[in-house]
């Protein structure tokens, strides 16, 4: 194990598990086949089956060796989510809800209901479901209405009997458990409920507008009893905090839904681009063409990579505990998501007419990855999050969190575009401290855009850091390395202007626009308008470089 991998599998074992992945699916669910089950709207329960069965294993993956499974970090689990959605977004789905719905158990459990509800995951391959949202309550987890009424018997507690309902439930309808969040006397606290339990039972699936290959459907608790034993820690209470505990680890493998669909939409268009030939050449070579649908969105795409992949080593090092880097799951999912969805619409306009045909998958591809920016959080919940945790830190440290983050920036190889992402930072500090004396995070929109910028400005400066690492022979092991450094570099270069540019526009405009006319905070002389300028010097000869590597016309 390298030194950069503190947890998980070898890089043999992973490398393993992905090509099982290609080949398995590529057997059982060929393209024809997969867009065939998109028209029916039919999630191929048998496939996701055997895939968490003998025949493939898959949910091994995120399984603690001590129980039966292989042990696998977030490091591992991003690569091996990105490689499932690549493949199918719902397949993925379907596959990640048994991750999802034992985390209730492996962040909360008792030893003893970890040893037997994870156990039969290993051992018999059930599928599992998280009962969490509700018709009423989308995204806010603590106006939920499921109950859960202790059952007494001699006077102690030997079951609760359960009443409400959840919607949106990934495996609604095919899954054997279910974690169902329900509040009791002591406060929210999670279930585990088997299929079969008289009183639960799901609607007919979702007609959804993609990730058709995946099932979802609304549940039911009708006066279901289940015993004591099935109270997920033994205590009630503790359902929120458990759920705080993980959504930096979920919600970076839904980033990883967003990088697989969109590098996948983004794949079909460069081999598109490079056969069709108008006005005497092919697309790949007009620079209209590739500089508009292509390369911006294969740059977004690795900006948030390199956030994900960052977040990711920081959880397998142990930060992650008790929910310490869920702003930053939350800033990878909202990077990844949108720069996924962006670059699949761009995929739909780069073929044509034929991509807004079925049979060119792109389409498909794109209702897809549309669903990462809603589901696990969405985009605007996101941004919410972001914008309220980094504001606290630029309160607390008196706007120099982001003026420190930009100095030690600033000190990586230029090449990398570590400076302009550096400046990135420093506008942002500015916009932050703009709003500060304003007072004008009591406009909503204006924090949320703050999240925006936030997230721009944060994923700019992870790529130029992996950038360098990998100048410097560094980078993680277990990293996607599509790119090689040098263009890696570039990448990060045309990154570092495009949050630059927006940080410094994006936070004057709407600084001024909350502002009452004729004031504008003194943004313009704290902002080095002028450098941010300056720095889009040679943008247009790197985004021709990440072209040529993109079509295999230079040495990537």
């Known amino acids: 194990m390298s030194s950069d991998d503190s947890r998980g599998l070898d890089l043999g074992t992973l490398n393993l598990m992905l090509d099982a992945l290609d080949e398995f699916t590529g057997g059982v669910l060929p393209q024809e086949r997969r867009l065939e089950l998109d028209r029916e709207d039919v999630c191929p329960e048998e496939v996701v089956r055997a895939m968490c069965g003998d025949d493939l294993g898959v949910q091994l993956v995120f399984i603690p060796e001590e129980y039966g499974g292989m042990g ?24 990640f809800a048994t991750f999802l719905g034992c985390d209730p158990i492996l962040f909360g459990g008792t030893a003893e209901q970890k040893e037997w509800w994870l156990g039969r995951i290993v051992k018999e391959g059930i599928l599992l479901a998280y009962g969490a949202t509700e018709p009423e309550a989308g995204s806010d987890l603590g106006a939920l209405r499921t109950v859960a009424v202790p059952v007494e018997t001699g006077g102690r507690t030997t ?7 959840k919607q949106w439930i990934s495996n609604g309808s095919i899954a054997d458990v279910c974690t169902v969040l329900a509040s009791t ?22 007609d959804k507008h993609g990730i058709r290959l995946s099932n979802t459907a609304a549940l039911y608790l009708d006066d279901v009893v289940v015993p004591a034993e099935n109270l997920v820690g033994g205590e009630e209470g503790g359902g929120l905090v458990i759920a705080q505990r993980v959504f930096g680890y979920t919600r970076l493998m839904v980033a990883a839904f967003g990088l697989g669909g969109g590098w996948a939409a983004l794949d079909r268009a460069i081999a598109y681009s490079a056969d069709r030939v108008q006005a005497g050449g092919p697309l790949a070579s007009k620079q209209g063409y590739t500089h508009k649908l292509i390369v911006p969105h294969a740059v977004r795409l690795e900006a948030a990579r390199a956030f994900t992949e960052e977040t990711a080593l920081r959880i397998d090092a142990g930060e992650g505990a008790e929910g310490a880097l869920n702003t930053e799951g939350a800033i990878a999912k909202y990077l990844a998501s949108e720069a996924g969805n962006t670059a ?4 739909i306009q780069a073929h044509g007419g034929y991509g807004y045909t079925k049979p060119y998958v792109v389409e498909k591809i794109k209702r897809d990855v549309r669903i990462t920016t809603i589901y696990e959080g969405t985009s605007e919940i996101l941004e919410m999050t972001i914008a309220r945790d980094r504001w606290q830190r630029h309160l607390k440290t008196r706007g120099a969190h982001y003026r420190d983050e930009a100095h030690a920036l600033a000190a990586l190889p230029g090449e990398t575009g570590a400076p302009v992402a550096a400046l990135a930072l420093e506008c942002l500090a500015a916009v932050m401290e ?5 007072r004008l995070t009591r406009n909503q929109h204006v924090l949320l855009r703050l999240g925006e910028l936030i997230a721009a400005a944060e994923g700019a400066a992870a790529l130029a850091r992996r950038a360098a690492a990998a100048a410097a022979g560094e980078w993680p092991q277990k990293s996607d390395r599509r790119f090689a450094p040098g263009i890696l570099a570039t990448i990060s270069r045309v990154a570092a202007r495009e949050a630059a540019m927006k940080t410094a526009e994006e936070g004057l405009r709407w600084v001024a626009g909350a502002l009452p006319a004729g004031q504008d905070g003194g943004l313009p002389a704290a902002l080095r308008l002028d450098a941010v300028r300056a720095a889009q010097a040679g943008l247009l000869a ?15």
């Open 72 to 95: 696998g970090g977030a490091f591992d689990s991003y690569r091996v989510c990105e490689r499932l959605a690549r493949i199918d977004i719902g397949l993925a789905t379907s596959v």
């Open 159 to 165: 079951g609760y009997r359960i009443n409400g309902r």
């Open 185 to 206: 006397p002591r406060g929210p606290s999670w279930f585990v409920v088997e299929k079969g339990t008289e009183g639960f039972s799901a609607a007919p699936p979702e």
């Open 344 to 347: 699949a619409e761009a995929a």
């Open 434 to 438: 703009a709003c500060r004396t304003g």
């Open 542 to 556: 790197d985004m021709d470089l990440i072209a040529d590597a993109l079509y295999g016309r230079a040495d990537n």
